[in-house]
Nanobody, 124 residues
Framework: VQLQASGGGLVHPGGSLRLSCAAS??????HAWFRQPPGKEVSFVAG????????YYADSVKGRFTISRDNTKNTVYLHMASLRSEDTAVYFC????????????????????WGQGTQVTVSS
C-alpha cells in the first residue's frame, strides 16, 4: 500500500495549486491533507469521509481549499486557491480504511497510511 503525493511548487501570493495523492494497493474510506510549516508542528488542513460526502476544513483554509477525489484514478486532490505566504509548508496526504467521524478526522494519529510530503512555497 502506497500513497504518492505530488503537485507542490513555488507560487505567488493569490495563486493556485493542485496537490495530488495517488493511492495504490487498496482503497480508503477517509482521506486527509495535513501540513507542516517551517519550525512548526503538523496540522490538519482538509479531510473527507467519502461515505456520506462530508468534508472538513481547517478554519484558515475554509473557502480557499477544496478536497476532492477521482475514484477512477484512486486519487485525492487538494485544490488550493488564493494562496498566502502562511500556506507555505510541506503538505502530506493521509488515509485510513476506517470511516473517521467528525471528532477524529482532524487527528493525525488516526491515519494508518501517509504519503511523502510535497513542498508548497508561497512567495513573491
Amino acid at each position: 500500500v502506497q500513497l504518492q503525493a505530488s503537485g507542490g511548487g513555488l507560487v505567488h501570493p493569490g495563486g493556485s495549486l493542485r496537490l495530488s495523492c495517488a493511492a495504490s494497493g487498496r482503497t480508503f474510506s477517509t482521506h486527509a491533507w495535513f501540513r507542516q510549516p517551517p519550525g512548526k508542528e503538523v496540522s490538519f488542513v482538509a479531510g473527507s469521509r467519502w461515505s456520506g460526502g462530508t468534508k472538513y476544513y481547517a478554519d484558515s483554509v475554509k473557502g480557499r481549499f477544496t478536497i476532492s477525489r477521482d475514484n477512477t484514478k484512486n486519487t485525492v486532490y487538494l485544490h488550493m486557491a488564493s494562496l498566502r505566504s502562511e500556506d507555505t509548508a510541506v503538505y502530506f496526504c493521509a488515509a485510513s480504511p476506517r470511516g473517521l467521524i467528525a471528532s477524529t478526522i482532524r487527528e493525525s494519529p488516526q491515519y494508518e497510511y501517509w504519503g511523502q510530503g510535497t513542498q508548497v512555497t508561497v512567495s513573491s
